[in-house]
């Protein structure tokens, strides 16, 4: 260990307590972050130069930790300085007095976790602890989190909060029975058990009910296992049901099933208020109703009025209950659950006293046609008062309001007889052989035993019946069952107030749900055996003189399940109204649906106030609907349609498998889950096909309004996890072959270049590109940055993100990739090599014509541009230039007229046909014409090639105008001549100034290196890159050798001049420069008013030595021409004739 020196190296002269006064806090980690390294062997004079550099400051670190204990007493806000000062790391201290740091630390009581202090055995990473904490910090935050309110923030954010502005949470106390299990009884059981399940008895018949009960709770239990699987796939934060899906399936289904989530829960508050005050005003003060109507025909009419004003009125109650604070919901919350179960217990009680002691409810029959008990004081045509027989009330109403024994009467009254059957004949009595099979019914038709005698008479369908109100069918009875076994998710949205909820929330839900599916099924069959038919298909108990029907069953009086039942309904609708508004409250705060976000604000407190008043207000609809068995296949569909995608999820993750799926609920299945979502896709169209049409379109409008216009959320979901998946599945397909040239289309590889300001330079370059593509296929938009990746990583990520904003901006769908590399060529290089993944490869290379090459010192411009050009061809990739880009359209500028011309020369694939036919498929360009331009030499027919060329884009399904152009042999002009001349002297010229100039270079750089042995190390030197200047000025010493060489170099300059004055141009530049020349005549004269000009883009030379006169002829070729877009193949055909 002897060999081991650490040396201290701040990162910056700031870092040096004593040397920046503009440093207001020395030891936070932002400017006291010291380097260690550790040399096995330095020569002794760098070490020492290291340490001078700083003795300074090691002087004033070193006089402050050898001062005495007592005068840091003196001044205690000295020492808290000095102290702040020699905290810049322990090992520092300890090098510069070992003895001290037991003292600053150990036992230091005014130390705190957040100075900058790292246990010595983890000094190997001490640079990197802001990012990678250690493992007791992690785990010790990890002990000590806390459950946040639903979509409040990430859990990320809220651990970012200053310690002093935390307060203290109370650590969760509830366990599985009152945390979990209580709540979803009180929410699973509800108005539905009370009012309507022993309607749904009579009307389907004891098998068919229990079919219907055991399927709904089926659907409840597959889907109460799917949630535990998820519940317990992590912490679940409060409020977890709307939390589990969103962060299951994605933003865009989280945010659809959560506002269907949120309208089932309002909706149910609807059907809970209408519940209680169908209690209040049928069976506990039916006095109490406004309205009132002589005609019983518009009885019911006047009885759905008075649910429209009592539910308005009990929902402003309700609503201000809640506003005043949910405190009071809680309070009473027990209160209500106790009503419920003695509600239950009542019942139980009631069928086992009729087994042997049944209460005694008569119900009047006329033959087998049930009467009214509301308006029959006695049970008979006539009565004996005193020794005369005289007529009851009953035979007024059927026989003309006559008090005559021989008046005439209704056929049906007069042929049969008046009989009273037992209403509960008890549990010994086996009517549920009766009951066993449905009896569906016509709105309006009466109510028949059909085990009873009668006189098929049809007679007068009076008002005295006992009446069928709505016409009823199975799928009717399941929508307005199902509301009943909903409320399972009431453990998961207590998830922050349990003591450990991934052991809790599956015990206690699927517990409750066992509990109440026995509660249900037993019903089922105890009505069944206990009650007559008649009266479990009377609805409201008219048959019973108005009573609530399993009120008659229950013991010891009715009055135990008509107050219950009340209580138990408003409680219920308390809870509804308390959760709806803090569930849309998260999905506002979780800012997916934009225009929610005004209801993610509330009071001080954070009770959402808005979000309330929505809720409200969308209760109110319900309300007004006024009819509990039309509301409730409306909440039917939205839970249904929750749970479904709860199954979902927990399937999704289960086949995908994703690394995080590590539930701690062992007992579920990817089957089981499929089953679920099955059994709810099934219940939604039975109960209500045209709802269940009408739920999905408006989460499907949730779900593309979110994708379209909502933020960009990720959450690890499930959705993205299945992309992924299904990108790979393609990827791998894509890569079993080449694509067809049917399906070829140009895949964009589109190089900017960026300015010092990391700005694009040519933004119409990717406007361009957006109109080729159209939205469609790979677009890959790279760039080049010049430096190191360590050192540059930041900026790297700026124009990043420059870039995709750009792209945003110009709505191009693709990907961004910028690489940082040490020249731009090589990068270009990399990026054309390197993007795409598999069978999403690029295929066309896009970039622009580098303007200023003429005008440019440094050659390096064209260099990389035929570069490009060279590595593009060995690639097999099509290229497009882009000349004069900057006079391109923008997507707002289309053309009304005009023409696309093609200059089509040599083929090479057939991409000059392809491009024009694909920019008219923008809006831009879909006005102008394609005109296409061939030559013909003195050898060729014109007239056929004319003919030939209309066919062939006849096959191809093109319109274009055709035109043949004809060149001559001509010989070469002097203007040809004198062009090529001046080109060649140019690059001569150009050539031997950086000649000169890279050996003036050289020789200064030898000198500097003479005097500074240590910068060899660094000089780096690029051989293929002729053009590197040096900025550094060094002053040179003159020697006799040296003024020899300067004079022979002045000598060799002058002979350079004189050659260049007296030498020729080459027979094959001249040449080829004659071709851009005539060339770039005829497409002047026939394309100078085109708004777009496309023309094949001949090759490099072989030879890199005439790389410049390259350059030299593409500019000839396309001068005089205001957009130009040279076209390159990748060798292989892009278009077809064939089908």
């Known amino acids: 260990m002897a060999s081991v020196r650490f040396m201290v190296t701040p990162t910056k002269i700031d870092d040096v307590p004593g040397l920046s006064d503009t440093s207001p806090d020395l030891s936070s980690r932002s400017s006291s972050r010291v380097r260690f390294s550790s040399r096995e062997s330095v020569p002794e004079t760098s070490r020492s130069e290291g340490l001078s550099d700083f003795s300074g400051a090691t002087t004033s670190v070193a006089t402050a930790a050898g001062e005495p204990a007592s005068d840091k007493m003196a001044h205690p806000r000295e020492a808290a300085e000095d102290a702040s000062q020699t905290s810049i790391t322990g090992e520092r201290c300890q090098l510069l007095d070992p003895g001290r740091k037991k003292d600053i630390y150990l036992n230091n009581t005014s130390y705190e976790d957040g100075d900058e202090y790292f246990d010595k055995n983890l000094a190997l990473f001490e640079e990197e602890m802001d990012t990678r904490p250690k493992v007791s910090s992690l785990l010790n935050r990890m002990a000590n989190y806390t459950n946040l309110t639903q979509g409040a923030r990430e859990h990320e954010e809220a651990e970012n909060i200053a310690e002093g502005k935390k307060k203290p949470a109370k650590t969760p106390q509830m366990g599985t029975f009152m945390g979990v299990y209580l709540p979803c009884l009180q929410n699973i059981f509800g108005v539905i058990l ?121 929902l402003i109650l309700m609503v ?60 008979a045509k006539t009565q004996d008062v005193g020794n005369l027989t005289v007529p009851t009330r009953l035979w007024g109403l059927f026989c003309n309001a006559s008090k005559h024994l021989n008046a005439t009467c209704d056929e049906y009254f007069a042929h049969n007889n008046v009989t009273s059957i037992q209403g509960i004949p008890g549990l010994a009595s086996g009517i549920i052989a009766e009951n066993l099979w449905g009896s569906y019914l016509q709105k309006g038709e009466i109510l028949e ?46 998830s922050g107030d349990l003591k450990d909820a991934q052991k809790s929330i599956p015990i206690g839900t699927i517990l409750a749900i066992l509990t109440t599916s026995f509660v249900y099924l037993s019903n089922v069959v105890l009505f069944g055996a206990c009650v007559e038919g008649v009266v479990l298909r009377d609805k409201f108990g008219d048959a019973v003189h108005g ?34 508004p803090r569930l849309l409250q998260a999905i506002a705060k979780d800012n997916i649906i934009p225009f929610l976000r005004v209801f993610g604000h509330g009071k001080a407190n954070g009770e959402p106030t808005w979000a309330l008043l929505l809720t409200a207000g969308i209760a109110e609809l319900g309300i007004l609907i006024a009819s509990l068995d039309l509301v409730a296949p409306i909440l039917s569909m939205f839970f249904l349609m929750c749970y479904l995608f709860v ?129 469609k296929g790979l677009t890959i938009v790279g760039s080049v940055m010049v430096g190191n990746f360590l050192e540059n990583y930041a900026e790297a990520l700026a124009a990043e993100q420059t870039i995709k904003h750009l792209m945003e901006m110009e709505r191009v769908k693709g990907f961004c990739q910028l690489v940082v590399a040490a020249k731009v060529r090589e990068g270009i290089s990399h990026l054309i090599q390197s993007c795409g993944l598999g069978g999403m490869k690029h295929n066309t290379v896009v970039m622009g014509w580098p303007n200023a090459w003429r005008q440019s010192e440094d050659a390096r411009a064209w260099k990389t541009f035929i ?102 042999d001509s010989d070469i002009s002097a203007y040809t001549y004198e062009r090529t001349l001046m080109m060649e002297q140019r690059s001569q010229m150009l050539r031997q100034m950086r000649l000169s100039k890279t050996e003036r270079d050289r020789e200064a750089q030898l000198v500097k290196d003479r005097n500074s042995m240590l910068r060899l190390t660094s000089i780096g030197s690029d051989d293929d890159e002729e053009t590197e200047t040096y900025q550094e000025k060094v002053h040179m010493t003159w020697t006799k050798d040296k003024y020899m060489a300067t004079r022979g170099q002045k000598a060799r300059t002058f002979e350079g001049v004189q050659d260049l004055l007296n030498m020729k141009p080459d027979q094959s530049n001249v040449r080829r420069m004659h071709t851009a020349v005539k060339l770039n005549e005829v497409i002047v004269n026939k394309s100078h008013e085109a708004k777009l000009v496309l023309l094949n883009m001949p090759g490099p030379p072989r030879n890199p030595a005439g790389d410049e006169n390259y350059m030299e002829f593409l500019e000839v070729l396309t001068e005089g021409l205001e957009r130009v877009l040279l076209v390159r193949g990748g060798g292989s055909e892009v278009i077809t004739i064939y089908s």
């Open 194 to 314: 009370f009012l309507r399940l022993t309607w749904v008895v009579g009307t389907a018949g004891v098998l068919q009910a229990f079919a219907i009960v055991l399927v709904c709770c089926s659907c409840t239990l597959l889907t109460a296992i799917s949630m535990s699987a998820i519940a317990t796939n992590g912490v679940v934060p409060a409020g977890g049901s709307y939390f589990m899906i969103s962060r299951a399936l994605g933003p865009e289904f989280g945010g659809a099933v959560g506002l269907c989530f949120y309208l089932g829960t309002t909706f149910a508050a609807a059907m809970y208020i209408l519940g209680a005050i169908e209690i209040f005003l049928m069976y506990i003060v039916p006095e109490a109703a406004i309205f009132r109507s002589a005609d019983p025909l518009k009885e019911a009419a006047a009885m759905l009025n008075n649910m429209r004003v009592y539910g308005s009125a009990f």
């Open 320 to 379: 201000l209950v809640v506003f005043v604070g949910v405190r009071y919901v809680n309070k009473f919350a027990s209160l209500f659950l106790a009503c419920v179960i003695v509600s239950i217990l009542a019942i139980y009680a009631g069928a086992i006293k009729s087994s042997f002691a049944p209460p005694r409810f008569p119900v009047c029959m006329l033959g087998n046609r049930t009467l009214s008990g509301r308006h029959v004081d006695v049970c």
């Open 449 to 494: 035993k059909p085990s009873a005698h009668s006189v098929d008479v049809l007679g007068a369908m009076s008002q005295e019946y006992v009446l069928a109100d709505i016409t009823t069918s199975f799928t009717l009875l399941v929508g307005i069952f199902f509301p009943s076994v909903t409320g399972i998710m009431a453990g998961s949205n207590r």
């Open 547 to 580: 009573n609530l029907v399993v009120g008659t069953l229950s013991w010891p009086s009715p009055w135990v399940i008509v107050i219950g039942s009340f209580f138990s309904t408003c409680g219920a609708g308390l809870q509804s109204l308390t959760g709806a």
């Open 647 to 775: 199954n979902l999820a927990c399937a999704l993750q289960t086949l995908l498998r994703t690394p995080n799926w590590r539930p701690r609920f062992r007992y579920y299945h990817w089957a089981l889950s499929f089953v679920g979502m099955s059994i709810c896709l099934a219940l939604m169209f039975v109960s209500s096909w045209y709802y269940a049409i009408v739920a999905m379109v408006i989460a499907g409008m949730i779900y593309k309004y979110i994708e379209y216009q909502g933020a960009e959320k990720e959450w690890g979901d499930g959705i993205r996890g299945l992309s992924l998946s299904a990108a790979r599945f393609a990827l791998l397909r894509l890569e079993e072959g080449p694509p067809h040239t049917k399906n070829w289309r140009p895949q964009l590889l589109v190089l900017l270049k960026l300015d010092e300001d990391l700005h694009v330079k040519h933004p119409h370059l990717l406007t361009f590109a957006s109109q080729l593509k159209a939205g």
């Open 867 to 968: 570069s490009t050009v060279r590595v593009t061809t060995a690639a097999h990739l099509a290229l497009l230039v882009a000349k004069n880009v900057a006079f391109y359209p923008g997507n707002a500028e289309p053309f009304a007229d005009g023409h696309i011309d093609v200059w089509w020369i040599v083929h090479d694939g057939g991409m000059l046909m392809l491009l024009p036919f694909l920019l008219k498929q923008h809006k831009v360009w879909r006005k102008s014409s394609i005109r296409i331009f061939t030559v013909a030499q003195l050898e060729d027919n014109s007239i056929q090639m004319k003919k030939d060329l209309a066919t062939f884009l006849y096959h191809l399904r093109i319109e274009a105008e055709v035109e043949v152009v004809e060149m001559h």
